[in-house]
């Protein structure tokens, strides 16, 4: 059974960064398609980045690109999300998700964390 665990999250102003970690625990998910998903307040999940495990590309939203980078170590079995410059926007529940992802690695995914909360003040 593949656990996913998030952490990193926490208030910042505008302007600011994080870091979110997603350890995965069960088994290497080494071959693994992973991604970062995130839901605001009264909108449903959207997707924020993935990358493929066949080559490392990565594919992020519109919204975030130029501010997010999203990396993988494999060695940790851990999937990280760089987030610089946040906005107000940008304040959701983030979730990591793994094995999947589909054409476009925007899903369906099979395992999914619980979520990190990330807050951007304005």
């Known amino acids: 059974q593949v656990q996913l665990v998030e952490s990193g999250g926490g208030l910042v102003p505008a302007g600011g960064d994080l870091r979110l970690s997603c350890t995965a625990s069960?088994?290497?998910?080494?071959?693994?398609?992973m991604g970062w998903f995130r839901q605001a307040p009264g909108k449903e999940r959207e997707f924020v980045a993935a990358?493929?495990?066949?080559?490392?590309?990565?594919y992020y939203t519109d919204s975030v690109k130029g501010r997010f980078t999203i990396s993988k170590a494999n060695a940790k079995n851990t999937l990280y999300l760089q987030m610089n410059n946040l906005k107000p926007e940008d304040t959701a529940v983030y979730f990591c998700?793994?094995?999947?992802?589909?054409?476009?690695?925007?899903?369906?995914?099979?395992?999914w964390g619980q979520g990190t909360q990330v807050t951007v003040s304005s």
């Open positions: 998700a793994a094995s999947g992802g589909g054409p476009s690695m925007t899903g369906p995914y099979t395992y």
């Open positions: 069960g088994r290497t998910l080494t071959y693994d398609n």
């Open positions: 990358i493929r495990s066949l080559d490392s590309n990565v």
